[in-house]
């Protein structure tokens, strides 16, 4: 399933260099990306361990339009992502916003919604900068076009290798509603202008 480990990082892309090749050098390292298709790495994955109400799920649900995680103090719109070559999510084009797989089910319905988000820029901190803080037990409400909040609580907090991504375990089937929080972590490469690792947070809905 790849390695997994302490999510934090290792040093902030605006303290390792700055100037306009570092903004180019975001948008192609997807610092919200993940790989979607190719076969995902063995081993086991991730089991729950939230307890859910099995009538938390909705068939058809409204699409997100804002993430809030009070304990880490994100609250911030939602835009839609598509997957671009290659099978890979494309990443928010803007660092204050998190952005939804729309291919993917709206949150609450059954299986994984994924939302993903940059880490942070030349500028300094984005909106999922807080993700590696991440614990287990914590609550994460995405807002919806309807009106209504789905509430999820975290049950897992992993960092793979970008090139080890656990593609089964985030997009995989779920039996019940669930959650991927995903940006950028691990050791900041700066000959690249990337981090070489990925931080997902794993949700279940119990609201």
């Not at 939230?50 to 938390?56: E, Q, S, W």
């Not at 803007?94 to 059954?110: H, I, T």
């Not at 049950?155 to 929080?181: C, M, N, Q, S």
Request: glycine share 14%; aromatic share 6%; charged share 20%.
């Amino acid at each position: 399933m790849g390695t997994s480990g302490s999510p934090g990082r290792s040093r902030p892309i605006w303290a390792a260099a700055a100037g306009s090749w570092l903004l180019a050098a975001l948008l192609l390292a997807g610092c919200g990306g993940a790989q979607v298709v190719g076969e995902a790495p063995r081993g086991s994955t991730a089991q729950p361990n939230v307890a859910v109400d099995p009538v938390l799920r909705d068939r058809s649900a409204a699409r997100p339009v804002r993430i809030r995680v009070p304990a880490i103090g994100v609250d911030a719109p939602i835009r839609p992502l598509a997957v671009g070559r290659g099978g890979v999510l494309q990443a928010p084009t803007a660092n204050d916003v998190a952005g939804w797989w729309r291919a993917g089910p709206e949150p609450g319905e059954s299986g994984p919604s994924v939302i993903a988000g940059h880490v942070d820029s030349h500028r300094g901190p984005a909106v999922f900068y807080r993700v590696p803080e991440l614990r287990a037990g914590v609550e994460v409400l995405v807002d919806r076009a309807d009106g209504s909040t789905a509430v999820f609580t975290t049950y897992e907090i992993e960092r793979h290798p970008k090139d080890a991504f656990p593609t089964r375990a985030v997009y995989g089937p779920t039996p019940g509603a669930e959650l991927r929080l995903i940006t950028c972590g691990g050791e900041f490469d700066d000959e690249g202008g990337r981090y070489l690792a990925n931080v997902i947070a794993f949700a279940k809905r119990t609201g």
